[in-house]
């Protein structure tokens, strides 16, 4: 029988318990494609609500989901540390190695999924891995 690596604590990964919430629940959306890609962007963090939608980054979207203002979630994401920074701001130099490949700034839904996911299960979100999808 198979075991399901569980997934880390908020404690563990220095989060608090309502950005963990968030995160899980961005995650769904991502999957369930509730969240469109014209709606997603890991360059921008957050922009105001737009009768076309609004656009955000995975940082962002956990502001959205824990009903924060705009200024609140530039804030929450641009003075983030520890291991949900990478997550929110992927190190261009190990995820644009080489000419060609796209980097983590042009990661689709789907990526973004995968991404919270690893973060989740290991702490990371391995861009580098993620974006090989």
């Given at each position: 029988m198979?075991?399901k690596?569980p997934?880390k604590?908020?404690?563990?990964l220095g989060?608090?318990?309502k950005v963990y919430?968030?995160?899980?629940e ?5 999957e369930?494609?509730n ?7 890991m360059?921008v963090?957050?922009?105001?609500p737009?009768?076309?939608g609004?656009?955000a980054c995975i ?5 959205i989901?824990m009903?924060?203002g705009?200024?609140a979630t530039?804030?929450?994401v641009?003075?983030?540390?520890g291991?949900?920074r990478?997550l929110?701001?992927p ?11 796209k980097?983590?700034y042009t ?11 690893n ?8 861009w580098?891995?993620?974006m090989?999808l």
């Amino acid at each position: 029988m198979l075991m399901k690596t569980p997934l880390k604590t908020a404690d563990q990964l220095g989060i608090s318990d309502k950005v963990y919430k968030a995160l899980l629940e961005v995650k769904h959306e991502f999957e369930a494609g509730n969240i469109s890609p014209s709606q997603f962007c890991m360059a921008v963090v957050r922009t105001h609500p737009m009768e076309c939608g609004t656009i955000a980054c995975i940082g962002g979207w956990v502001g959205i989901y824990m009903n924060l203002g705009v200024e609140a979630t530039h804030k929450m994401v641009c003075s983030s540390y520890g291991p949900i920074r990478a997550l929110y701001f992927p190190d261009r130099d190990k995820t644009f190695p080489i000419c060609g490949k796209k980097d983590a700034y042009t990661a689709s839904p789907t990526q973004a999924a995968q991404a919270i996911d690893n973060f989740l299960l290991t702490g990371e979100p391995k861009w580098d891995e993620v974006m090989e999808l």
